[in-house]
């Protein structure tokens, strides 16, 4: 059983064009959460989707940022027009289930996003 | 609201000696707690999980980590810390009582492990 995919694993941004980030959650998973990582620091919460449904995008910055989970597909985080202060490993989990707290969530590698 | 404090930002120890990183959580009901390792350039690993089952909890490689109620403390410890053990190691708690896990996380701690 494939763990959760991301990808890519490097990307590289000048400043104003878009990012889009791709997440695979492992077979059978319809639960995706986002997260983001600054540099030395923990991770963040983004955004929780089901399939066709954000079910809590608090974390998600107000504007330039979207996510979508499609009926399928990947799961796709984009940020428009980044800056440099988009820069970080942008992390993606999936759990089999979203009912009840004691739920695993599976990461994937992350995708390390350098915007110049 | 939830929270999570890691008490320390680095910890070293020599390998063979026990490994001892502290976490302490604020949480308005009882949580779930978890225990995350991150190897350099790598994803996260789950190492160990409570959810108000047993209190002493053991994790993969070694790891255990004790739910403290009164203390709001849930240390993750290891008798015999291994180079391999060198990695960044984050204390998460489950902060939705919307019915999932929107999992926070602590600032990490950096292990480092000296021969």
């Known amino acids: 059983n494939a763990g959760v995919m991301q990808n890519p694993r490097h990307l590289v941004r000048r400043r104003g064009q878009e990012a889009r980030l791709r997440c695979s959650p492992m077979?059978?998973?319809?639960?995706v959460y986002w997260y983001r990582q600054l540099p030395e620091e923990g991770l963040k919460f983004m955004v929780y989707?089901?399939?066709?449904?954000?079910?809590?995008e608090s974390g998600m910055p107000k504007e330039r940022f979207s996510a979508e989970f499609p009926k399928e597909g990947p799961s796709i985080l984009r940020i428009q027009q980044v800056v440099r202060g988009d820069s970080a490993a942008y992390f993606c989990?999936?759990?089999?289930?979203?009912?009840?707290?004691?739920?695993?969530?599976?990461f994937g590698p992350g995708t390390r996003l350098t915007v110049t | 609201a939830q929270s999570v404090t890691q008490l320390d930002s680095h910890v070293s120890v020599s390998e063979g000696t026990p490994v001892l990183l502290r976490c302490n959580y604020s949480?308005?009901?009882?949580?779930?707690l978890f225990w995350y390792v991150q190897h350099p350039n790598k994803g996260l690993q789950l190492l160990l999980k409570?959810?108000?089952?047993?209190?002493l909890v053991k994790g993969i490689n070694g790891f255990e980590a004790e739910f403290k109620k009164s203390e709001t403390s849930f240390h993750l410890t290891k008798p015999s810390a291994h180079m391999s053990d060198a990695a960044e190691y984050f204390c998460?708690?489950?902060?939705?009582?919307?019915?999932?896990?929107?999992?926070?996380f602590g600032a990490g701690t950096r292990l480092a492990v000296h021969p």
């Open positions: 989990a999936s759990s089999p289930g979203g009912g009840g707290r004691s739920y695993e969530q599976y």
């Open positions: 077979k059978g998973h319809s639960h």
């Open positions: 989707l089901q399939k066709e449904n954000i079910i809590d």
């Open positions: 949480s308005s009901y009882s949580p779930s």
């Open positions: 409570y959810t108000s089952a047993a209190t």
């Open positions: 998460v708690v489950s902060g939705s009582s919307g019915g999932y896990n929107k999992l926070i």
